[in-house]
């Protein structure tokens, strides 16, 4: 039952440290003149994929994996954008682009890695990752 309970706590905070990193990187990029045009953005086919954050950055329409963690124990949270998060992201922001008639070649996608709880350090990785010459 202990267990259980316990579970729950850790997953709750895993939600909220989650979000909370999602907001610090939606006022960052508001800060940095961006415009911030949806959060948690999914293709409404109900297709896999999720873009934490897209904006505008001049002409560049940019699409944000946001990455959180409570301290860097476990590594760097940008390292967790593998290879088949990096082909959800390319999926589902082609989905974005298509349904909001954009133009593809004006694309970027970036990371934003915090990392802390009490200050926590942001660090943007501006180009984080190209388009892969196939998605799987």
């Given at each position: 039952?202990?267990?259980?309970?316990?579970?729950?706590?850790?997953?709750s905070?895993?939600?909220?440290?989650?979000?909370?990193?999602?907001?610090?990187?939606?006022?960052?990029?508001?800060?940095?003149?961006?415009?911030?045009?949806?959060?948690?953005?999914?293709?409404?086919?109900?297709?896999?994929?999720?873009?934490?954050l897209?904006?505008?950055?001049?002409?560049?329409?940019?699409?944000?994996?946001?990455?959180?963690?409570?301290?860097?124990?476990?590594?760097f949270?940008?390292?967790?954008?593998?290879?088949?998060?990096?082909?959800?992201?390319?999926?589902?922001?082609?989905?974005?682009?298509?349904?909001?008639?954009?133009?593809?070649?004006?694309?970027?996608?970036?990371?934003?890695?915090?990392?802390?709880?009490?200050?926590?350090?942001?660090?943007?990785?501006?180009?984080?990752?190209?388009?892969?010459?196939?998605?799987?």
């Amino acid at each position: 039952m202990l267990y259980r309970i316990a579970d729950r706590i850790r997953r709750s905070l895993r939600h909220n440290l989650g979000k909370d990193g999602e907001d610090l990187a939606h006022r960052y990029l508001r800060r940095k003149k961006y415009l911030v045009v949806a959060r948690n953005y999914r293709p409404a086919s109900g297709a896999p994929g999720e873009i934490d954050l897209v904006a505008w950055d001049g002409p560049k329409l940019v699409f944000v994996e946001v990455k959180t963690r409570a301290g860097d124990r476990t590594g760097f949270p940008e390292r967790a954008v593998d290879g088949v998060k990096r082909n959800l992201i390319i999926r589902t922001a082609r989905d974005y682009v298509r349904r909001t008639n954009s133009s593809w070649e004006n694309v970027r996608f970036d990371v934003i890695s915090i990392t802390g709880v009490r200050k926590p350090r942001i660090e943007h990785l501006v180009g984080a990752f190209a388009e892969p010459m196939t998605i799987d």
